[in-house]
């Protein structure tokens, strides 16, 4: 059975950082692309950010400058650097792995995405 676990959520203030990071357990993801997304109250599931099999990043704008997005293939996890955090990055952070091998780019879209985690909270006081 696949599993995504998202961990490293919490509540903190406007500037400061947090490390997400999503442990995949029941298959390797290594030939995959995984992606992180975001969803707030009220609003869509949204693209944060992406990496590629070969560890190519892509980046939602909003995240540009700001995130970093890693992978460990031999630990099976990947990872998101939130730095500068913003109320406006308040949302649930989901983990997601593209089933698919050797993509050059992770997909943006969340429909692309065959495996989901459960989500972590991070919560930006202002």
């Known amino acids: 059975q696949v599993q995504l676990e998202e961990s490293g959520g919490g509540l903190v203030q406007a500037g400061d950082s947090l490390r997400l990071s999503c442990a995949a357990s029941?298959?390797?993801?290594?030939?995959?692309?995984m992606g992180w997304f975001r969803q707030a109250p009220g609003k869509e599931r949204e693209f944060v950010a992406g990496?590629?099999?070969?560890?190519?990043?892509t980046y939602a704008n909003p995240s540009k400058g700001r995130f970093a997005i890693s992978r460990d293939n031999a630990m099976n996890t990947v990872a998101l650097q939130m730095n500068s955090l913003k109320p406006e990055d308040t949302a649930v952070y989901y983990c997601?792995?593209?089933?698919?091998?050797?993509?050059?780019?992770?997909?943006?879209?969340?429909?692309?995405?065959?495996?989901w985690g459960q989500g972590t909270q991070v919560t930006v006081s202002s």
């Open positions: 997601a792995a593209d089933s698919r091998s050797f993509l050059m780019s992770a997909p943006t879209q969340a429909a692309a995405y065959d495996y």
């Open positions: 990496i590629s099999w070969g560890a190519y990043p």
């Open positions: 029941g298959r390797t993801f290594s030939s995959s692309a």
